[in-house]
């Protein structure tokens, strides 16, 4: 078998070196083009800088959100045990508290998912209230957002509550739309499927559409074992209906 003999290199060939050539190119480039280049890793220094300082002042907001939603979360169970205690004053002082709370955490800060909690809470507190036209005013601007699912969800649940409260032809058809998407929404959770489920038996109720409330219930009762003072209230109404 035949061996292919390699060619020899030449002295030039030999003495060349391509990467010293290179950086040779380099050095003449930055010669060339010195503002060129030192204006440009100035500017990449700065992008950086900025996008670094755009990034902490977002986390920070977050951090600060998240503590005022659990702050104004904690002031309103506080308004709620005084109010199972019967100490109205102090419940209502702390409601106004909550509120004023979680309005200023969404005011400040409304990209942020934990300020939209809050404004969801102000708003459950406006139908405490009953200031109705308030909480659908705030609830319609969080959920217009198109916010994260763990938001729409409370949102959406709220806002069937105060349109069935408002309690108009037009509110209780907008209210059994709110409800049904809280169901597609949550088929994997099944104590707030069933509170939407509950809600649509009232309204349905109120529509006078009586199979449909109680299939809703009989729903609701399947994915919530615990009977309340509502379901049982529920099922003595759709049997005096029934006879």
């Known amino acids: 078998m035949a061996h292919r003999t390699r060619k020899k ?3 030039k060939e030999i003495e060349r070196d391509p990467i010293g050539e290179r950086l040779e190119i380099g050095v003449l480039f930055l010669q060339t083009h010195f503002k060129e280049v030192i204006g440009g ?6 992008i950086l800088l900025v996008v670094q300082y755009i990034g902490g002042k ?3 907001a977050s951090e600060q959100s998240m503590a005022g939603f659990i702050t104004a979360s904690q002031i309103f169970d506080q308004a709620m045990n005084a109010a199972a205690a019967n100490q109205a004053e102090q419940a209502f002082q702390a409601l106004d508290a909550a509120y004023s709370m979680s309005m200023q955490t969404w005011n400040e800060n ?7 909690k809050a404004a969801v809470l102000a708003a459950k507190i406006d139908i405490i209230r009953g200031n109705y036209d308030g909480a659908l005013g705030t609830l319609s601007t969080v959920l217009a957002a198109n916010p994260d699912i763990s938001v729409k ?3 959406l649940l709220h806002m069937g509550i105060v349109l069935e409260n408002r309690g108009s032809e037009q509110d209780l058809t907008n209210a059994v739309l709110s409800y049904r998407e809280v169901v597609e929404l949550t088929e994997e959770n099944p104590a707030v ?4 489920l509950y809600g649509l038996s009232r309204v349905y ?3 006078r559409l009586y199979a449909e409330s109680e299939e809703s219930l009989n729903s609701a009762m399947a994915l919530s074992a615990d009977t309340t003072s509502f379901e049982i209230y529920q099922m003595t109404r759709l049997a005096e209906v029934g006879n």
């Open 9 to 11: 290199l030449t002295k």
């Open 41 to 46: 890793l100035a500017a990449l220094l700065v």
């Open 58 to 60: 977002r986390n920070a």
């Open 110 to 116: 409304p990209q942020s998912d934990w300020a939209r």
């Open 153 to 155: 969800v409370p949102a």
């Open 193 to 196: 499927e069933a509170e939407a």
């Open 205 to 207: 109720f109120a529509q």
